[in-house]
């Protein structure tokens, strides 16, 4: 994001930076609005770094013995160097989801989806040493390919499982959180999620951006029965309180809203409370943006 | 960047983040701190995000027939793809001065010196391929190493750059300063600033990251001469306007201080500056916090 021009509370049109790629002109007014949901102002016109299509990619899928070999391998890719593109997570619920889904044929297992950019021989190179070091955890065998069909048949689970999730209980309403923690604390935190959740009796699958330490939750809930909807809402409350203790935080992507308002002072304390309420009446006194939302005024 | 720990004018000590990767827990401060030059709070503790030292790297030095060739050689590097990790230009009065002081034989043109990280098959393709670029727009030889001696050796004028530009001049007090455009017209910036440099009659070698786009000069003035800390005082103020021409920054890394608060609201506008100033009282109502740098609140 280099740019953006937002509508402010008083009605002034804002430029919160020029086109250069970096600057150190004042208050990084864009990132400070970008992360607003709305609370400071109307965005209006972004302007974008864009990324050129590398020139040539491998992927591939891996299953793993459980969800802590996957997270170890994420951990020891990332470490030795190999530059992963993307590093997505499913666990065994999300690999079912997708079988049924998209009629696959995978284990179902937890499963790690990677994608390597780069040059034709840098792609092969990363492929194969991520194949290495997940053989060396037990985990594997590793598939891969670089022709994009190929590629994109590997993916196709994970291109699927928002809605392979939803076909896991049809009529069901599909509520999605998300947390995210140190990637030390990943593999932990998703175990004791998955145990809580078959303790509650709940249907959530599980997809994690494990390159973050950031996973999501698929919660699919039948609202006409209470006892689950107040069982969902304990698992998401037990998620946020898990992760928090780990030193994460109530949320990786999705937003605080008005959801996760109550646990902004438990994550950062009310010094940081204090000073996001500061900007929000410096900048929207009259509380019109997006009100009630991220912070409360008043 | 991951977290501060700031203390604030109320005497709070604020925790802008967990340790978490990445959060989307309200308002960025983390970011807002950082850029703020000490005028919002007094930054007591950081969490970085760790890189690891690369399991190769390959690096090297070209000379280009001149900075707009050096500068096209740069960009067709990063749009092609390559992953270059440092990308610096020296003009052809810095490599004179770096020759001069650290006893070298370059030959006295542009030059670009290039770094690349990964593994050892990877960094050796991408050098090669920044010698094709370079090749194909009549730049070169281009000289590189991958043995950390041998890298050493080459990059060697770029690290003694600040020391040469001092010994073209001994006696001489010397003023940093940077500016940052759009990649796309750095060539344009720098080959106009280098003839205002020559006009002027003043020293002043230019370093740049062209990969950001963004160039420093060191300006060696003799205090003593009036009318050349005039001259100096004119050569900075054009640079700046240049910048803003272009659609850039009055300044890329070295930040707004004193000195270049003058520039803000032509560079981003009033709405800008008033948010910045809204923000500055509500955070800092007394100035007590380096007040009178970045935005004037009384």
């Known amino acids: ?3 953006l021009k937002v509508v402010l509370a008083n009605g002034e049109l804002m430029t919160t930076a020029r086109r250069a790629r970096k600057s150190s002109a004042g208050y990084d007014l864009t990132r400070l609005i970008v992360g607003a ?49 993307r590093i997505e997570l499913l666990d065994e619920l999300q690999v079912k989801a997708t079988n049924l889904y998209s009629k696959l044929a995978l284990p179902e297992v937890p499963m790690l989806f990677v994608e390597f950019h780069g040059s034709p021989a840098g792609v092969a190179e990363q492929a194969e040493r ?6 060396d955890l037990a985990g594997g065998p590793f598939e891969w390919a670089t022709k994009p069909e190929d590629r994109s048949r590997l993916w196709q689970a994970r291109h699927d ?22 990637i030390s604390r990943l593999a932990e935190c998703v175990t004791a999620t998955q145990r809580e959740i078959a303790e509650l009796g709940l249907v959530a699958p599980i997809l994690g951006h494990v390159g973050d330490g950031n996973f999501h939750l ?21 998620l946020v309180e898990r992760a928090l203790a ?27 409370l204090g000073a ?4 929000k009446r410096a900048l929207d006194p009259d509380d019109i943006m997006n009100p009630g939302k991220i912070v409360a005024i008043t």
């Open 1 to 3: 994001m280099l740019a």
């Open 37 to 85: 949901e709305g609370t400071l102002g109307v965005i209006t016109e972004l302007t974008l770094k864009l990324s050129g299509i590398p020139e040539a990619i491998s992927a591939g899928v891996c299953p793993f013995p459980s969800v802590e070999v996957a997270c170890n391998a994420a951990i020891a890719t990332i470490q030795s160097g190999v530059p992963v593109a």
């Open 130 to 135: 991520f194949g290495e070091i997940a053989r």
């Open 161 to 182: 499982a928002y809605w392979a999730a939803r076909g896991l209980r049809p009529g069901a309403q599909a509520f999605a959180t998300d947390v995210c923690v140190p």
């Open 218 to 238: 698929s919660l699919m809930v039948d609202m006409s029965d209470t006892a689950e909807v107040e069982a969902a809402k304990t698992l998401c409350e037990r």
């Open 246 to 272: 780990m030193d994460g935080t109530c949320t990786g992507e999705h937003g605080v809203g008005q959801g996760k308002m109550k646990y902004l002072a438990g994550e950062l304390g009310s010094p940081a």
């Open 276 to 279: 996001m309420a500061a900007i």
